[in-house]
């Protein structure tokens, strides 16, 4: 009897033992920081038509493969190496533990709502957790290679191999599937009750949220493409410099042209203009109705990251580390910020820039 | 000595090591136990220009070389990021050298840069060094290629540090080097010939194949070609993926099918298919040159064919040859029954001819018989004239403004020799030499590359090749008639293809031949030159369509010619009738002169070139490590080493530092610390440092004890030449030993030590083949203390191969080592690498006498493994016959003992080099019995 109780203590000892350091390290399944989006917007407009200055500069533990501007207060950022945290944005700090559901990278997400969808491609695996709950909401696994993730209403749609799933946002529980002839290009676009995705050979397929095909759109672009949505519109870029302008909802296109330079960043719909940077530095503004080259602006190498709009301002970051703030009407530049090493990636917050360079440094200005 | 006992006096050996290796390196630098010398003959006086994305580093003299460097990297620069979709914002340093000789003095690399190096890249501070060879075209394509090494290495290196991967993967050497010649320029008719030949002589290697690592510029050129043939069929996008998706995937070809849906060795059987395809057609319209009376050469590389007439008047073939495995020059007679090859010159075993430059130097003789030839001697070409009858150098050309030296050729008058040079400054011009003076007149000097000249039949012009008649760089070169009288240049026509070698013919005074790949390889034409037509048309003629390449020509009678041309990846002299080809119908070509305007060297504009400031010593780590050891006599073991250099790797200074305390009041006495500065900047590499170590020790002639030194050190290693040097070091120390039985010593002592090092030998997979290595080395150590000689080391190491054929050597080493007096060290000399059949430890003294006799030949090609997925096995098999003799000892010399027997040596994966020996032994009045089988890694002395 004795000896039982000594090893039902020592057992009991090595099992807390073991939950305290999977909790110091890291490894409990939330991020212990409640946060309600519900109301609050994702990213501000603010006019940055006046330069906005450097607030802070820090180290973030690894190399980002996103980061979200949450509200006006916290971004969240997710990492190749798996992990998801919280970046006080006031402070220029971490907020709350590092929680690494995956070892591996994460590889799609989608924010909607309180929900983060998120998957990894290595892993096979694809989560949804509630910031505001603080908890995983459920998990598949062992799935083949998961792309990217989309999100109408109460159901997720998610890529697995040629197939696109549909299941129940909130519990994952499988509903329908949809295979396509050949592989998937981009992440899907979403407008009204239309889910589309580019394919390899450069097409633009449609589908209900029911998952029944519509008429799909033949674009010849390369597989290596980039594509936004505004609205109805849907604009596409390619590694060879095609540029398209699809209207998603009737299935037509509306503009396609061919610029020098390939295209490594999404173009950037705004009221009658599609804006594009391609090729060595260059930032075109066209009409797609017209055809009409607005304006055009020379600056200095690649761009491989999304443009952005704060009012009447897009913002260009050139990968070599100058982010350039152009009139959205005349391309006139207004003003410029240098960082000292490549961009990585880039979003707007409710006032300002949120910039992450190569070295893992992320950098405000507002 | 039993086991316990050798244990414990390598652990007590492992500090002091690591102490040797960092003050070793004093003066060892580039310079190992044998091994050739890089000798920094020139002071550059280095300069800096900062672009936006590149220190250019440059030297005075070259300030125009730099500019159009820096233009070149930016402009690569630009196109590559947007080919990688990466860019880096760290600054470049690119390292440029005005010729390939001033860049064999680079202290970038440690070691000898071989001819056929044309530029690196250093991973660890990413330096790209690149030499001009005279070329525009040429040095933007290094460039380039240069750069898409360091686009390759960051995108993989990008990718691997964001998913935490601890070391970047290696992408085989086919696709990083294939990929540097694809995105750095054209499929070119030199690319074509090597895979035309690949693919006829049936060469052409999978790309996993150990054979396509040995096969050295063929791996570029199949690397080129199969990404070539992805990115048509795939795209450029899809070779960027490979680079991009790689971690998602278990190794190379998993990734290539991740990518492209194919696995890899079906891609290869595609692209196999494809390329002979595209051969199929030209091969039935071609002529394939092979093995016939009309071959003159089949071993080695054999180039450069210049006539001779003895006295008799026979016709000899005069020619580069490497058949040897080093450069010669040769000669056998044109009579086809006496094809018995005489040796004229050995080439590139001693300090006057250090290097013939095979395939670019070419060489000539004159009518009345005067060999005309270039060689490297010290830190410029020198061109040496022979009388072939007699075989004594008659005179030599040299100037210290002139660098490099191609072609000579001499006029029909037997008093000049035209030839192209590059100066100091990197530019590639003609010159005329009188050979009776000592002086040169230069007849082109500008930016463009002049080369290839021959004299007019009246020695009244000069016939050569050059890119001045270009509008832009395109790699495209034009023949051009200069005469000597008026200096007036003349372009023969002018084409988008690359004419060379012009030669005139010898029964017809209008009418050169050349050498064009219009027809997509090299091949030689003709053109017609007459004063009676307009000059904008010529008429030019396809003489031959050999299926490869021709590399020179020698136009012999009328209807016949002597050519190199490239057959089973090396060229051989042929005899070339006319009459076996179906020549072309001559064409008219047309040509505007008025267009003819050379392009204009590109500078970088000043909105990029931001700063010029001389170059300072700004220094950076290359090394950095620690180790921590366990030792259960010696406790914990910990330390670490530090290496900084500058940019240049002139200077480097080492550090170490380490503690072997037991106890913490020991903790500041027992640090371990030594520095050592090492300065390459000259010709003699110096070297200072300081040292403390305090160590328990076992030593086997004073059992354990503790030694606690301290000291300066320093020393002078001098090239003689490239082959020999001297090394001289001193160490100047305070030594305290305590022997724990209330035994101590101290004392001061001196040591010197002098070294002379001879090296020419000629290496093949497993070991040397060729030529002579020789050590010699005395060292007393002198105690300041008490006055007297404290010990003496001599040693003599002498190693000699003879070479019976051409893969066949004998091969003998001598080597006596006395080490004698106090603190004097054992030596152990059995095993695979001493006197084969006994234990390392078996023969051991502070003595020793050893004498090894090997015959070294060819076995076997391979042994090979062969799985679904690639094979395994030791490739090429050599075997040995050998006879070892020795013993050593420390106070009496006793009887040889030795050993007889037979050994393989195989290299595995390319690299390591597995050794068999099975033999007996022997006393020298009886053989044993047994039989012993030993087994070890490692090349043959």
């Not at chain 1, 038509?49 to 980002?64: D, G, R, Y």
């Not at chain 2, 190096?117 to 690149?130: A, L, P, T």
């Not at chain 2, 290697?205 to 570029?220: H, K, N, T």
């Not at chain 2, 050597?809 to 080592?817: E, K, V």
């Given at each position: 009897?004795?000896?039982?109780?000594?090893?039902?203590?020592?057992?009991?000892?090595?099992?807390?033992?073991?939950?305290?350091?999977?909790?110091?390290?890291?490894?409990?399944?939330?991020?212990?920081?409640?946060?309600?989006?519900?109301?609050?917007?994702?990213s501000?407009s603010?006019?940055l038509?006046?330069?906005?200055?450097?607030?802070?500069?820090?180290?973030?533990?690894?190399?980002?493969v996103a980061i979200?501007?949450?509200?006006?207060?916290?971004?969240?950022?997710?990492?190749?190496?798996?992990?998801?945290?919280?970046?006080?944005?006031?402070?220029?700090?971490?907020?709350?533990?590092?929680?690494?559901?995956?070892?591996?990278?994460?590889s799609n997400h989608c924010?909607?709502?309180?929900?983060?969808?998120?998957?990894?491609i290595?892993?096979?695996?694809?989560?949804?957790?509630?910031?505001?709950?603080?908890?995983?909401?459920?998990?598949?696994?062992?799935?083949?290679a998961?792309g990217a993730i989309a999100?109408?209403?109460?159901?997720?749609f998610?890529q697995?191999q040629r197939n696109i799933?549909?299941?129940?946002?909130?519990?994952?529980?499988?509903?329908?599937?949809r295979a396509l002839p050949v592989d998937f290009a981009s992440e899907f676009y979403i407008s009204g009750g239309t889910i589309a995705v580019f394919s390899t050979t450069g097409n633009l397929h449609r589908f209900t949220?029911?998952?029944?095909p519509l008429e799909p759109l033949s674009l010849d672009l390369d597989q290596s493409l980039s594509a936004a949505i505004t609205g109805d519109r849907i604009a596409a870029g390619d590694a060879h410099g095609r540029l398209v302008v699809c209207d998603l909802a009737a299935g037509q296109l509306i503009y396609a042209t061919k610029l020098d330079g390939p295209i490594y960043t999404s173009p950037l719909i705004n009221d009658e203009l599609v804006i594009c940077a391609h090729g060595s530095g260059f930032v075109s503004a066209i009409n797609p109705e017209s055809g009409e080259l607005q304006w055009q602006f020379q600056g200095q190498g690649l761009v491989n990251q999304p443009l952005l709009i704060a009012g009447n301002v897009i913002i260009v970051p050139f990968a070599r580390g100058r982010i350039v703030a152009l009139d959205r009407l005349t391309g006139r530049e207004l003003w410029h910020h240098d960082t000292?090493y490549v961009i990585r990636s880039l979003d707007l917050?409710?006032?300002?820039l949120?910039i992450a360079d190569r070295?893992?440094?992320?950098?405000?200005?507002? | 000595?039993?086991?316990?006992?050798?244990?414990?006096?390598?652990?007590?050996?492992?500090?002091?090591?690591?102490?040797?290796?960092?003050?070793?390196?004093?003066?060892?630098?580039?310079?190992?136990?044998?091994?050739?010398?890089?000798?920094?003959?020139?002071?550059?006086?280095?300069?800096?220009?900062?672009t936006e994305h590149f220190?250019?580093?440059?030297?005075?003299?070259?300030?125009?070389?730099?500019?159009?460097?820096a233009y070149f990297a930016e402009e690569a620069f630009g196109e590559l990021e947007l080919k990688f979709n990466c860019t880096f914002s760290?600054?470049i340093?690119?390292?440029?050298?005005?010729?390939?000789?001033?860049?064999?003095?680079?202290?970038?690399?440690?070691?000898?840069?071989?001819?056929?190096?044309?530029?690196?890249?250093?991973?660890?501070?990413?330096?790209?060094?690149?030499?001009?060879?005279?070329?525009?075209f040429?040095?933007r394509k290094?460039i380039r290629h240069e750069m898409v090494h360091a686009f390759t290495h960051a995108k993989i290196?990008y990718v691997?540090?964001d998913?935490?991967?601890?070391?970047?993967?290696?992408f085989?050497?086919?696709f990083t080097?294939g990929l540097a010649d694809l995105w750095s320029g054209n499929w070119d008719?030199?690319a074509e010939?090597?895979?035309?030949?690949?693919?006829?002589?049936?060469?052409?290697?999978?790309?996993?194949?150990?054979?396509?690592?040995?096969?050295?510029?063929?791996?570029?050129?199949?690397g080129q070609s199969f990404l070539g043939y992805f990115e048509e069929t795939y795209g450029t996008d899809d070779i960027r993926r490979l680079m991009e998706d790689y971690w998602r995937?278990?190794?190379?070809?998993?990734t290539i099918k991740g990518v492209t849906g194919k696995?890899?060795?079906?891609l290869?059987?595609d692209w196999?298919?494809a390329l002979?395809k595209q051969?199929?057609?030209?091969?039935?319209?071609?002529?394939?040159?092979?093995?016939?009376?009309?071959?003159?050469?089949?071993?080695?590389?054999?180039?450069?064919?210049?006539?001779?007439?003895?006295?008799?008047?026979?016709?000899?073939?005069?020619?580069?040859?490497?058949?040897?495995?080093?450069?010669?020059?040769?000669?056998?007679?044109?009579?086809?029954?006496?094809?018995?090859?005489?040796?004229?010159?050995?080439?590139?075993?001693?300090?006057?001819?250090?290097?013939?430059?095979?395939?670019?130097?070419?060489?000539?003789?004159?009518?009345?018989?005067?060999?005309?030839?270039?060689?490297?001697?010290?830190?410029?070409?020198?061109?040496?004239?022979?009388?072939?009858?007699?075989?004594?150098?008659?005179?030599?050309?040299?100037?210290?403004?002139?660098?490099?030296?191609?072609?000579?050729?001499?006029?029909?008058?037997?008093?000049?020799?035209?030839?192209?040079?590059?100066?100091?400054?990197?530019?590639?011009?003609?010159?005329?030499?009188?050979?009776?003076?000592?002086?040169?007149?230069?007849?082109?000097?500008?930016?463009?590359?002049?080369?290839?000249?021959?004299?007019?039949?009246?020695?009244?012009?000069?016939?050569?090749?050059?890119?001045?008649?270009r509008e832009i760089l395109d790699g495209g070169?034009?023949?051009?008639?200069?005469?000597?009288?008026?200096?007036?240049?003349?372009?023969?026509?002018?084409d988008e293809y690359?004419?060379?070698?012009?030669?005139?013919?010898?029964?017809?005074?209008?009418?050169?031949?050349?050498?064009?790949?219009?027809?997509g390889?090299?091949?030689?034409?003709?053109?017609?030159?007459?004063?009676?037509?307009?000059?904008?048309?010529?008429?030019?003629?396809?003489?031959?369509?050999?299926?490869?390449?021709?590399?020179?020509?020698?136009?012999?009678?009328?209807?016949?010619?002597?050519?190199?041309?490239?057959?089973?990846?090396?060229?051989?002299?042929?005899?070339?009738?006319?009459?076996?080809?179906?020549?072309?119908?001559?064409?008219?070509?047309?040509?505007?002169?008025?267009t003819?305007?050379?392009w204009s060297?590109p500078?970088i504009p000043?909105t990029i070139?931001?700063?010029?400031?001389?170059?300072?010593?700004?220094?950076?780590?290359?090394?950095?490590?620690?180790?921590?050891?366990?030792?259960?006599?010696?406790?914990?073991?910990?330390?670490?080493?530090?290496?900084?250099?500058?940019?240049?790797?002139?200077?480097?200074?080492?550090?170490?530092?380490?503690?072997?305390?037991?106890?913490?009041?020991?903790?500041?006495?027992?640090?371990?610390?030594?520095?050592?500065?090492?300065?390459?900047?000259?010709?003699?590499?110096?070297?200072?440092?300081?040292?403390?170590?305090?160590?328990?020790?076992?030593?086997?002639?004073?059992?354990?004890?503790?030694?606690?030194?301290?000291?300066?050190?320093?020393?002078?290693?001098?090239?003689?030449?490239?082959?020999?040097?001297?090394?001289?070091?001193?160490?100047?120390?305070?030594?305290?030993?305590?022997?724990?039985?209330?035994?101590?010593?101290?004392?001061?002592?001196?040591?010197?030590?002098?070294?002379?090092?001879?090296?020419?030998?000629?290496?093949?997979?497993?070991?040397?083949?060729?030529?002579?290595?020789?050590?010699?080395?005395?060292?007393?150590?002198?105690?300041?203390?008490?006055?007297?000689?404290?010990?003496?080391?001599?040693?003599?190491?002498?190693?000699?191969?003879?070479?019976?054929?051409?893969?066949?050597?004998?091969?003998?080493?001598?080597?006596?080592?006395?080490?004698?007096?106090?603190?004097?060290?054992?030596?152990?000399?059995?095993?695979?690498?001493?006197?084969?059949?006994?234990?390392?430890?078996?023969?051991?003294?502070?003595?020793?006498?050893?004498?090894?006799?090997?015959?070294?030949?060819?076995?076997?090609?391979?042994?090979?493994?062969?799985?679904?997925?690639?094979?395994?096995?030791?490739?090429?098999?050599?075997?040995?016959?050998?006879?070892?003799?020795?013993?050593?000892?420390?106070?009496?010399?006793?009887?040889?003992?030795?050993?007889?027997?037979?050994?393989?040596?195989?290299?595995?994966?390319?690299?390591?080099?597995?050794?068999?020996?099975?033999?007996?032994?022997?006393?020298?009045?009886?053989?044993?019995?047994?039989?012993?089988?030993?087994?070890?890694?490692?090349?043959?002395?």
């Open positions: 009897m004795m000896s039982t109780n000594k090893y039902f203590v020592r057992t009991a000892g090595g099992l807390l033992l073991t939950l305290l350091v999977l909790a110091a390290s890291g490894c409990v399944g939330k991020l212990q920081y409640s946060i309600d989006l519900s109301e609050e917007p994702v501000g603010r006019d038509t006046v330069q906005p200055v450097l607030q802070w500069s820090a180290k973030m533990i690894s190399p980002p979200e501007v949450l509200n006006q207060d916290l971004a969240l950022i997710l990492s190749y190496r798996g992990e998801i945290y919280l970046w006080d944005l006031n402070q220029g700090q971490r907020q709350g533990r590092v929680w690494q559901p995956y070892r591996q990278p994460i924010i909607d709502g309180n929900r983060l969808y998120f998957s990894s290595i892993d096979g695996l694809i989560s949804a957790y509630d910031f505001s709950l603080q908890k995983k909401l459920w998990r598949n696994r062992k799935l083949k998961p999100v109408i209403d109460s159901l997720v998610y697995e799933v549909a299941g129940n946002a909130a519990n994952g529980k499988f509903i329908a599937r949220t029911g998952l029944e000292e917050t409710s006032d300002g949120l070295r893992n440094r992320l950098h405000y200005l507002r | 000595m039993n086991k316990t006992q050798s244990v414990k006096y390598r652990g007590g050996l492992s500090v002091l090591s690591l102490a040797i290796i960092v003050l070793l390196p004093v003066v060892m630098t580039g310079q190992f136990y044998f091994g050739r010398n890089k000798i920094q003959y020139e002071d550059f006086d280095w300069q800096v220009l900062e220190y250019l580093y440059y030297y005075t003299g070259e300030e125009q070389l730099g500019q159009v460097a760290r600054k340093p690119l390292v440029v050298y005005s010729n390939h000789i001033h860049f064999q003095q680079t202290n970038i690399l440690p070691y000898h840069i071989p001819e056929g190096v044309g530029g690196f890249i250093e991973y660890i501070k990413k330096r790209v060094v690149i030499p001009f060879n005279g070329n525009m040429d040095f290094v290196s691997s540090s998913i935490g991967m601890w070391e970047s993967p290696n085989p050497l086919w080097e008719s030199q010939m090597v895979i035309r030949d690949a693919l006829l002589y049936d060469h052409l290697y999978p790309l996993d194949s150990e054979a396509l690592y040995r096969a050295g510029f063929l791996l570029y050129k199949e995937y278990e190794n190379f070809e998993q696995e890899f060795t079906t290869m059987l196999r298919l002979k051969m199929a057609e030209p091969l039935q319209q071609d002529f394939v040159i092979g093995n016939g009376e009309n071959q003159l050469t089949k071993t080695g590389t054999n180039v450069s064919p210049a006539l001779y007439y003895d006295h008799l008047g026979n016709q000899h073939l005069v020619y580069l040859s490497s058949r040897s495995g080093y450069t010669d020059i040769l000669s056998q007679s044109l009579d086809v029954d006496d094809r018995k090859k005489k040796t004229v010159l050995k080439g590139e075993r001693g300090a006057e001819f250090e290097s013939l430059h095979i395939t670019q130097s070419g060489l000539n003789v004159s009518r009345d018989g005067k060999l005309a030839y270039v060689t490297k001697s010290g830190q410029q070409d020198v061109i040496r004239v022979v009388d072939l009858a007699t075989r004594k150098e008659i005179t030599s050309f040299s100037h210290p403004q002139i660098i490099s030296i191609r072609t000579p050729v001499w006029s029909h008058d037997d008093a000049k020799i035209v030839f192209s040079a590059q100066n100091f400054n990197g530019l590639a011009d003609l010159y005329i030499w009188t050979v009776d003076s000592s002086t040169a007149i230069r007849l082109t000097a500008d930016i463009y590359c002049d080369s290839d000249p021959a004299f007019s039949p009246d020695d009244s012009a000069v016939v050569f090749v050059s890119d001045r008649g070169t034009d023949l051009f008639i200069l005469d000597l009288a008026t200096r007036q240049l003349k372009m023969l026509f002018k690359q004419e060379k070698y012009p030669r005139w013919s010898t029964a017809d005074q209008q009418l050169i031949y050349f050498i064009s790949d219009r027809s390889t090299p091949n030689i034409w003709s053109v017609r030159i007459s004063d009676n037509e307009p000059r904008h048309i010529v008429q030019l003629q396809q003489l031959t369509n050999v299926h490869t390449g021709i590399h020179d020509i020698v136009p012999l009678a009328a209807d016949s010619l002597l050519v190199s041309s490239f057959q089973e990846y090396n060229f051989q002299i042929h005899r070339l009738p006319l009459s076996e080809f179906s020549v072309s119908t001559p064409i008219d070509t047309t040509f505007s002169r008025s003819v305007k050379g060297p500078t000043t070139s931001r700063k010029k400031e001389p170059y300072k010593l700004r220094y950076s780590l290359d090394l950095a490590q620690t180790a921590v050891a366990y030792d259960p006599i010696y406790g914990v073991l910990g330390g670490a080493q530090l290496s900084i250099s500058d940019l240049l790797g002139n200077r480097y200074y080492h550090f170490l530092l380490t503690n072997t305390a037991q106890t913490s009041g020991d903790f500041l006495g027992r640090f371990n610390f030594a520095v050592t500065m090492v300065d390459l900047t000259g010709r003699s590499n110096l070297a200072l440092g300081i040292f403390h170590f305090a160590n328990d020790y076992f030593d086997p002639y004073q059992a354990f004890y503790f030694e606690r030194t301290y000291g300066i050190r320093g020393g002078i290693n001098y090239p003689l030449d490239v082959f020999r040097r001297l090394e001289f070091s001193g160490t100047f120390w305070y030594s305290y030993k305590d022997f724990y039985f209330n035994n101590t010593r101290s004392t001061v002592l001196l040591s010197n030590f002098v070294s002379f090092i001879h090296d020419n030998s000629l290496w093949y997979y497993t070991g040397p083949i060729d030529g002579w290595r020789l050590r010699l080395t005395i060292g007393p150590t002198i105690d300041l203390k008490k006055s007297r000689l404290h010990n003496l080391t001599g040693l003599i190491d002498s190693r000699y191969y003879l070479r019976i054929r051409q893969f066949v050597t004998f091969a003998q080493r001598t080597m006596i080592w006395i080490n004698d007096g106090e603190d004097i060290r054992r030596y152990y000399i059995g095993g695979s690498w001493g006197i084969r059949g006994y234990n390392l430890y078996d023969i051991y003294g502070s003595k020793y006498m050893m004498f090894n006799q090997e015959l070294r030949f060819p076995l076997a090609h391979s042994l090979m493994l062969n799985f679904s997925r690639g094979g395994i096995g030791v490739s090429p098999i050599r075997g040995a016959l050998f006879v070892d003799a020795g013993n050593a000892w420390d106070n009496e010399r006793p009887d040889l003992i030795g050993s007889m027997g037979f050994g393989l040596r195989g290299l595995f994966l390319g690299g390591v080099v597995l050794r068999l020996d099975i033999g007996r032994h022997t006393d020298f009045k009886t053989i044993d019995r047994d039989w012993f089988v030993q087994f070890f890694f490692g090349w043959d002395y």
